[in-house]
């Protein structure tokens, strides 16, 4: 009996080991595959044909598309969990709920999709250009992550008590008042983390904004140029890639999976810190 | 203030029901048998999406044939046989940070390490086994779950009754949170089947019937994204990506179901 | 104390939480310039009375209020909610301090109707003097609310309904969470506030009744059983159910 739960926790702690240093691997496998690389990526031009592998294009493209991103999905986000702590009676919450989780469970691919056929279109009638942009990618990208800030943000408004509420309206405040005045002050803290989550989310997507960004790898001068972020770059090129070349992308890797880390932590730090009050 | 809101509600799920009535309205046509189980011809935009159907299953089931048995004995390990402390809390930690971690990034460690360092090329095993390594942090956080949801009685008495710990956890900790698990698992082959760019690079692009899981062979999502790239094949692009969307949504309200099922008992 | 017309009024007030009938038939004069005492046992519907006469039931889903509630002889429900509740103020049991500065929190009932500027600050620096608060806090307006002490925190939340001016005050038994020196303190404030408004005040406890009321109502499965000026009906109930309560709490034994 004892032998068998001692060979039993062996596994088990092996398996969990195996789990743990998942993350290192995949860190591992960039920085070994992209190493030699890395002072490369430091320039304004990413011409992998002519050997240049200036990552500075790449990176605005992948900062300028989540920002984009965020700008959209943040408001709206934080409107959603507004409504379904406010406003939603508990049926229609859950329902909403629901609808949001199910959003959030379509594939990347079927968005980039949808929004070729629907968004890009409109963008070139409206403003002109290829109508793959920017824009188009923000536009995506603040549906996709939007499911994601309504979730976190509605946690952060429900977890501000009612008795503070109840405070409010005693002292004569409309709905609308002890919404804006009183609940989302208490919840800011929160409502940084869905923030920071948006950010961090946007900037690690891929399919979606690959499809619909027009990948030209130059500084987008406005929002309806074609861009190219990290992302892109490298589920695009990758297939071809040789070399050095092979050698930038992986360092691309490396640089996105940096940021990747430092925007989850802050949104970690953003939400514990509102845990505390 | 509530005039505004609701108007917000309203738009997110005029969105949301829109691109699949968008998709609905233009693929449900094309969207027959006979294209679910008929070969592709042209360079895949013509005729059918069986290989993709099957790679895509052949996908899922490898993935979480790896990711189960790791993700729930990891979970296991936390919840049964680990002493609370820094250990399991930086376990954790780095479980919740491989969650977070960019799909194309799994990509490209699944194409430094199976496809080329160890030389498999780009199969459906490689994927396989990339995209486990992207299920893992679901899985465990699920089977966690699941298993602390367990009373500890239950625990405690087959203890009392001379029970090892292993054996309570097989015969009496597991089959309870078997649900619980099976919704994890069901939410992983949900993102499994959807998931793109972690595969596109270790899948390989081939349109052939994959007889095994060494075979190469594009999944149905980066049969959609290759369609999309080459300029929509009219309806049959739609049916793909609604028949993706099926999918998903299928295993996700599946998900849902054993959760309320669970919670209802 | 008591004037020609009583400030707050109710007639025939029932409340219903779905199918239970929490209050049954009240009717009640509140007068204005005097401290009225509701006691009874716990779940006789005292709060739930309270909370009618500044419609905070409005918020609940689910509670049906039936009968009259007048306010200077006109009904509350033809007023805005949010005049109503200007003008009848609300401390609540356990201290709610909003999550920011004091002066923010003082300032926030003023700064919902416009009030700004110079004006604002002149509302919260007497609010917080007449709950003899300004002393202890007029180095630290900009700290965070939270940080003060369970009895500051009481006081700045009766500045807080003060600084709107209130014509009637209802508190749902304000000291029970606190110690017996802040909760002395209160009771003075009670003692000063009554002179310009009406007071209606939950309270468990009878000795404090005795301190502070003018009036004392007593309550009972939700009806009202008795009221009048509060020795009498602290010492001579004329309602047997009265006497059993009182009975049992140590007031009665004083």
């Avoid at chain 1, 609940?183 to 979606?208: C, K």
């Avoid at chain 1, 992986?250 to 970690?268: K, Q």
Wanted: charged share 15%.
């Amino acid at each position: 009996m004892d032998v068998r739960d001692r060979v039993a926790r062996a596994v088990l702690a092996c398996m969990a080991a195996i789990t743990a240093s998942g993350i290192f691997l995949i860190a591992l496998a960039v920085v070994l595959g992209g190493w030699p690389a890395l002072p490369d990526l430091i320039g304004t031009v990413w011409r992998p044909e002519e050997g240049r592998f200036g990552a500075l294009p790449l990176l605005a493209g992948s900062l300028l598309v989540s920002l984009g991103a965020s700008a959209g999905a943040v408001p709206l986000g934080i409107g959603m969990g507004l409504f379904l702590v406010e406003v939603a009676p508990p049926l229609l919450a859950d329902l909403m709920r629901r609808l949001l989780r199910a959003m959030a469970a379509v594939p990347s691919v079927v968005f980039g999709f949808v929004a070729l056929d629907l968004v890009v279109p409109w963008i070139r009638a409206r403003f002109g250009g290829l109508g793959l942009s920017l824009m188009a990618a923000s536009i995506v990208l603040t549906a996709m992550v939007l499911p994601t800030v309504a979730a976190v943000a509605e946690d952060a408004l429900r977890a501000v008590s009612p008795a503070l509420r109840e405070g409010a309206y005693a002292l004569g405040a409309s709905q609308g008042q002890v919404a804006w005045r009183l609940v989302l002050p208490a919840a800011r803290r929160g409502l940084a983390a869905a923030a920071v989550l948006a950010l961090g989310r946007a900037l690690g997507e891929t399919t979606a904004v690959l499809m619909v960004m027009g990948n030209a790898a130059a500084f987008p001068r406005s929002p309806v140029d074609p861009a190219r972020t990290l992302t892109s770059a490298v589920a695009l090129e990758m297939a071809y890639a040789a070399g050095r070349h092979r050698q930038a992308l992986f360092a691309c890797g490396a640089l996105l999976l940096v940021l990747n880390l430092v925007t989850m932590h802050l949104a970690r730090r953003a939400a514990e810190g509102g845990a505390e009050r | 203030m509530r005039a505004l809101l609701t108007a917000l509600a309203l738009l997110v799920t005029g969105m949301m029901i829109g691109l699949v009535g968008f998709l609905t309205v233009r693929g449900a046509g094309s969207l027959t048998p006979g294209f679910l189980f008929s070969m592709p011809s042209g360079s895949g935009g013509e005729g059918g999406i069986l290989p993709a159907a099957l790679s895509t299953l052949w996908l899922a089931a490898g993935a979480l044939s790896l990711a189960l048995p790791l993700g729930v004995g990891t979970a296991v390990y936390l919840v049964e046989y680990a002493r609370p402390g820094p250990l399991v809390c930086a376990i954790r930690t780095l479980t919740e940070t491989l969650a977070g971690v960019p799909s194309i990034l799994f990509g490209l460690f699944g194409f430094a390490l199976f496809v080329v360092r160890l030389g498999w090329g780009p199969t459906l095993l490689t994927a396989s086994a990339t995209l486990a390594l992207m299920l893992l942090p679901t899985v465990v956080r699920t089977s966690e779950e699941a298993l602390a949801a367990v009373p500890q009685d239950l625990r405690e008495g087959a203890a009392a009754l001379g029970s090892s710990r292993w054996d309570a956890v097989r015969r009496v900790v597991l089959p309870q949170a078997a649900p619980g698990i099976a919704t994890g698992a069901l939410l992983a082959l949900g993102r499994a089947v959807g998931e793109t760019a972690a595969v596109l690079l270790t899948s390989g692009v081939g349109l052939t019937l994959p007889r095994t899981i060494m075979d190469s062979s594009r999944p149905l999502a980066v049969h959609l994204f290759l369609l999309a790239g080459e300029g929509s094949a009219g309806g049959r692009a739609h049916a793909t990506a609604l028949a993706l969307v099926i999918g998903t949504l299928l295993f996700n309200v599946l998900a849902d179901l054993a959760l309320w099922r669970r919670r209802a008992s | 104390m008591s004037s020609y017309r009583p400030k707050m009024e109710t007639r025939g007030l029932r409340v219903f939480y779905g199918e239970r009938e929490a209050l049954r038939g009240v009717s009640l004069a509140v007068p204005d310039r005097s401290v009225t005492a509701l006691i009874g046992p716990s779940g006789c519907g005292k709060s739930t009375f309270l909370r009618s006469l500044n419609r905070m039931h409005d918020l609940s889903h689910g509670v049906r209020v039936e009968g009259r509630v007048l306010l200077d002889g006109r009904p509350i429900e033809r007023l805005d909610p949010q005049v109503l509740r200007c003008r009848v103020g609300m401390l609540f049991q356990r201290p709610n301090p909003f999550p920011m500065s004091i002066y923010r929190n003082v300032a926030f009932g003023p700064a919902l109707f416009g009030v700004r500027g110079a004006e604002l600050e002149r509302i919260v620096v007497t609010a917080l003097q007449r709950v003899a608060l300004w002393e202890e806090v007029k180095g630290r307006l900009h700290q965070d609310a939270t940080g003060l002490s369970g009895g500051q925190q009481q006081r700045l939340c009766l500045a807080r309904a003060l600084a709107m001016e209130p014509e009637v005050l209802l508190m749902d038994e304000p000291c029970s969470a606190l110690d017996p020196a802040a909760t002395e303190a209160i009771e003075t404030l009670i003692g000063e506030l009554r002179r310009t408004m009406a007071i209606v005040i939950v309270t468990h406890s009878m000795d404090q009744a005795r301190r502070v009321a003018d009036r004392v109502a007593f309550f009972q499965g939700g009806r009202l059983v008795e009221d009048g000026p509060a020795d009498q009906v602290l010492t001579r109930p004329q309602r047997e159910e009265t006497r059993r309560f009182l009975a049992h709490s140590p007031a009665w034994l004083a």
